[in-house]
């Protein structure tokens, strides 16, 4: 496949470029039969504190394989990754220096895991996919996520279901002033009371070829359709509004195409930017408590029951420094 360039002029510019789809061996055919059900992509810039807590969390519920596409970290992320691989987590890291560039790297991530993964779960390292049937259960379970996909995606038309949309609720900062030393599942327990927009499970196999995919969400071949989880399902715990002294780092980068930088006058109503922030990182009046309408402890409790134990300094969970 050769690729070049066409301009709005229509003029064409040759390319030296060349893609060749890898050539699958015998050894990649035969793995097929045990290509993973549901795996995890996001992009991440500097979440070495919070990526434990993240996979290790979503490894217990159902998540085989998980890719990150590091954006440029400086902040000992390898050495985290380190420590989940010796503990036999799949992790695989891919280096993706280009900034805003969420959307071509999600693009990138499905047609690279095509082979290894059956569905791939886009959402990001601040955000924990949860349903209140879990509620009750004394331990994590794999078949916890695999059913609600494989249940979801039942379709009673001739249309099969290729996208699975989850609703986000959004927490603010809770009162905290740092970064919570047991987790953001365990920090921040304030949020807002209407639900935000969605993030996608997605069929592979039912992506379009064109890879157009919009924050999470992607274009889908002709005969397949999305579904929407209802809210009683599940939903996705998004830790957006953490304390600020984590938030303003966000002021660096924005990484996806579609949404504008805070530091550029643009879009000012726009639900990507957050209400009250003005442009510049100065943490604005009462912060710490904003975003707060519905106190919702739910993912606490349960993440609290799943990793919790006590140990000589006290209380602590799983993904805790020790």
């Not at 996705?236 to 195409?257: I, M, P």
Request: charged share 25%.
């Amino acid at each position: 496949m050769k690729i070049s360039l066409q301009l709005q002029e229509k003029l064409v510019v040759p390319s030296v470029a060349y893609y060749s789809p890898p050539v699958k061996s015998l050894k990649t055919a035969a793995s097929e039969e045990g290509k993973s059900l549901l795996c995890a992509c996001t992009m991440v810039y500097n979440v070495a504190k919070f990526l434990k807590e993240w996979i290790i969390y979503h490894s217990k519920i159902g998540v085989d394989k998980f890719f990150l596409y590091d954006n440029g970290s400086d902040d000992g992320l390898q050495k985290v990754i380190s420590e989940l691989l010796h503990e036999s987590y799949n992790v695989t890291t891919l280096f993706w220096p280009w900034p805003k560039t969420q959307e071509a790297g999600f693009s990138h991530c499905a047609i690279h895991a095509r082979d290894s993964c059956t569905w791939m779960m886009y959402i990001d390292v601040d955000e924990f996919i949860f349903s209140p049937s879990w509620l009750d259960s004394p331990n994590p379970s794999t078949n916890m996520l695999r059913s609600l996909v494989l249940n979801s995606s039942r379709s009673n038309t001739s249309r099969p279901i290729g996208q699975i949309g989850i609703r986000c609720l959004e927490f603010g900062p809770s009162n905290q002033s740092s970064n919570p030393v047991q987790g953001v599942t365990q920090g921040y327990t304030c949020r807002t009371k209407v639900e935000q927009r969605h993030k996608s499970i997605v069929l592979l196999d039912a992506i379009d070829d064109s890879l157009v995919n919009v924050i999470h969400h992607f274009r889908l071949k002709e005969g397949y359709r999305g579904k929407q989880i209802p809210r009683e399902g599940a939903v996705v715990n998004h830790y957006k509004y953490q304390a600020w002294s984590e938030f303003k780092t966000k002021f660096r980068r924005r990484v996806s195409a579609y949404v504008a930088d805070w530091t550029e006058e643009v879009n000012q109503n726009s639900k990507d930017r957050t209400p009250g922030l003005g442009v510049v990182a100065v943490e604005p009046k009462g912060w710490a408590n904003k975003f707060c309408e519905v106190n919702d402890t739910r993912l606490k409790s349960v993440t609290q029951r799943w990793f919790g134990f006590d140990s000589r300094t006290g209380f602590k969970i799983t993904w805790q420094d020790q």
